[in-house]
C-alpha cells in the first residue's frame, strides 16, 4: 500500500511559493501587452517565450543529472516527465495565450485559478488524500472570492468572443491541474529541478514542432519589441517561477502549493488595473479580499 506523504508549512515553503505565483501572474500582462504593442499571433509569441527558456533548463538539465544523488528515471517515468511538460506548458500555455485574445488579463487569472480546485479533487478522488480542515476552509474562502469577481465582469462584458476566450482558459486550467498533480507525485523522487528541467523541454520540443508545422515565420520579423516580450516571458514569467513552485511541491506538498498559489489572481488585477488600464469594481475588490484571507489562513495555520 502507498504510503502518503505528509506535509508541513514552513516558511521558507510558504515564501518560495509564493514569490513563485507571484511572479507566474506577470504572465498575463506580458501577453495583453505584446498583442497590444506588436502584431504577433499566439503561436509566435509562445514560440518564443520557449525559445529563451531553453537554454537555462538545458543548463540546468545537465547538473541536475551529473549531481551526487542523482535519480535515474526508468522509461515509465520519463514518459510521465515529457507528457507532463506538453500537458502543462505546450497544450495549457497554448490554450490560455488564445483565450488571453478575448479577455482581460485579471479575468483570465480568475478563471485559471479553477486549477487548485481540480488539483486537490485529483488528490483527494483518485490519490485518496485526506484535506485538512484549514484547506477546506482556504478553499472556500478563495473560490467564494473568485465566483463574486468573476459574476461581476459578466456585467461588464458579455459576447461570443468573451465566452469562446473563457472556455480556452478554462480548459487551460483542466491541463494545468494535472501538471501540478503529476509534478506532485514525482517530484519527490527525481528532485524538483530535474522534474522542471526535463518537463519545459519535453514542452520546448512539442511547440517547436508545432511551430514548425503551422507557424507563420514573417512574424518572427516584427521587430526588437516582439523579442524583449519573448524574454520576459521566458524569464521573469516562466524560468524563475517554475522552478520556485516545483521547488515550493517538494518542501510543502502540491496542495498546498495550489492553495497558496491563490496570491495569483490578486496580483494579476492588481498589475492589470495599474500598466493595463483594466478597470476595477467593487466585485472584484471583495473577491481579493477574500483570496487574500485564504491565502493568510494558510500562512497562519503553518511555522
Known sequence: MHKQVKYKISIAGFMITFIGAVLFSTKAIFVKRAFADTSSDVLTLLTLRMLFSLPFYLIAAYFTSRKMGNVRMNRRQWLYVLGLGLMGYHISSYLDFSGLQFISAGLERLILFLYPTFAVLINAFVFKQNMKRNQKIALLLTYT???????????????????????????????????????????????????????????????????????????????????????LLAVVATVIPSFMISEGMKRIGSNNVAIISSIGPVSTILQAHYVLGEKMFMEQVIGTLLVIAGVLLIGWKGN
Do not use: R
Open 145 to 231: 472570492g473568485i465566483a463574486i469577481a468573476y459574476f461581476g465582469e459578466l456585467q461588464i462584458e458579455m459576447s461570443p468572443e468573451f465566452f469562446w476566450g473563457s472556455f480556452l482558459v478554462f480548459l487551460c486550467a483542466v491541463t494545468y491541474s494535472i501538471y501540478i498533480v503529476g509534478g506532485g507525485k514525482l517530484v519527490p523522487v527525481v528532485g524538483s529541478a530535474k522534474f522542471t528541467a526535463y518537463a519545459m523541454l519535453g514542452a520546448t520540443v512539442g511547440i517547436f514542432i508545432h511551430f514548425l508545422v503551422a507557424g507563420d515565420y514573417h512574424n518572427l520579423n516584427t521587430g526588437a519589441g516582439l523579442w524583449w516580450y519573448g524574454i
